[in-house]
C-alpha cells in the first residue's frame, strides 16, 4: 500500500477545520494555524495518526475480525457504505440504534425478524396472508431493511468501529468505551480526540475528504484480508503436500511387504522343467526309430 501524502491530503481538502468560536481545546496539538477566523489542520500529524490508525486495522482484518463503520451525516453515508461494502465490512448509515452495542443481543432478535420476514416472502407463504397483512408486512419488512441491513451478517460485537465526526455519533463512541472496543474516528477541531484511542485530525464535513481516508483505511483492511486468505491457502499446501510425502513414504513398504517371493522364481524353474522334457522326449523316439529300420 503507498504511503498517503500531504498534496494528496490537501487537494481533497482534509486541512479545513470549524471556525474559531466552535473549537475544541483538546484539538490544539492538531491545529498548524488559524486563517480568516478558520482553523488549519496539521496534515503532518494527519499522515502520522492516520498511518498508524490503518496498520491497527489491518491487523485485525488479518486476524479475521470485523469493523463496524459508523456515519450518519447526509454527505458521507453514501460513502461510508460504498467503501464498507468494498471490503466486506457492516455499517451504520441511517440512524444508530440506541443500544447497538451494550444491548446486542435484543438487536440480533430484531435482524432474525427481518431475515424472517424475507424468507416469508420468498417462500410465498406472504401470498397467504390478506391484503391488509401483507401491506404490513412489506413495510416493516422494509423499515428493517433500511436500518439493519447493513448489520445482518453481524453475529458477534465488532473487534472496532471507524466514527466519521464523533462528536455527531457521541452514542456509539460511548457504548464502545463502555464495552471496551477500541475506537477509530475522523476528528475535527470541534471534537475532542481523547474520545477515540485512534483519532485522525481531519474535516469530516466535506465528501472528497472524508472519500479519500475511508479509502485509505479500507485499502489497508482489504490488504489484512488478502494477507490471511494467503496465510490459509498456504496452510492447505503444506498440510496437502505433508499428506502426500507420508503416503510415497508409506508405499514402497507396503509394495515389499505385499508383494509374495514365490511368484517371482516360479517363472524360470517351470520354463527349465519344460524345456528337459521335451529332450527326454526327443530321446526316446529316436532309438526306436532306428530298431524299425
Known amino acids: 500500500m503507498s504511503k498517503i501524502t500531504v498534496q494528496q491530503l490537501l487537494n481533497a481538502g482534509v486541512h479545513f477545520g470549524h471556525l474559531r468560536r466552535k473549537w475544541n481545546p483538546q484539538m490544539a496539538p492538531y491545529i498548524f494555524m488559524e486563517k480568516n477566523g478558520i482553523h488549519i489542520i496539521d496534515l503532518n500529524k494527519t499522515v502520522l495518526q492516520l498511518e498508524d490508525a490503518s496498520n491497527a486495522l489491518k491487523q485485525m482484518a488479518r486476524s479475521g475480525k470485523k469493523i463496524l463503520f459508523v456515519g450518519t451525516k447526509k454527505q458521507a453515508k453514501d460513502i461510508i457504505a460504498e467503501k464498507a461494502k468494498g471490503c466486506d465490512m457492516p455499517y451504520v448509515t441511517e440512524r ?5 452495542l451494550t444491548n446486542f443481543q435484543t438487536i440480533r432478535k430484531t435482524v432474525k425478524k427481518m431475515s424472517r420476514l424475507d424468507s416469508m416472502v420468498k417462500d410465498g407463504t406472504a401470498e397467504t ?6 401491506l404490513v408486512l412489506d413495510r416493516t419488512k422494509t423499515k428493517l431493511e433500511k436500518d439493519f441491513g447493513s448489520i445482518a451478517d453481524l453475529n458477534r460485537l465488532p473487534a472496532a468501529i471507524f466514527i466519521v465526526d464523533i462528536k455527531r455519533e457521541h452514542i456509539a463512541v460511548a457504548e464502545a468505551k463502555r464495552l471496551n472496543i477500541p475506537t477509530f474516528g475522523m476528528v475535527d477541531t470541534n471534537s475532542n480526540p481523547n474520545d477515540v484511542d485512534f483519532a485522525i485530525p481531519a474535516n469530516d464535513d466535506a465528501a472528497d475528504s472524508v472519500a479519500l481516508i475511508l479509502d485509505y483505511v479500507t485499502q489497508a483492511i482489504r490488504e489484512g484480508l488478502a494477507d490471511r486468505k494467503a496465510s490459509k491457502d498456504a496452510d492447505e499446501d503444506d498440510d496437502s503436500s505433508d499428506v502426500a510425502a507420508a503416503l510415497v513414504a508409506a508405499a514402497p513398504e507396503s509394495s515389499i511387504a505385499s508383494a509374495p517371493a514365490a511368484e517371482v ?5 517351470l520354463a527349465v522343467a519344460e524345456t528337459e522334457t521335451s529332450d527326454i522326449q526327443e530321446e526316446n523316439t529316436t532309438p526306436e526309430t532306428e530298431s524299425n529300420d
Open 96 to 100: 444508530w440504534p440506541g443500544g447497538m
Open 265 to 269: 522364481e516360479e517363472v524360470p524353474v
Open 129 to 134: 396472508l390478506s391484503k391488509k397483512e401483507r
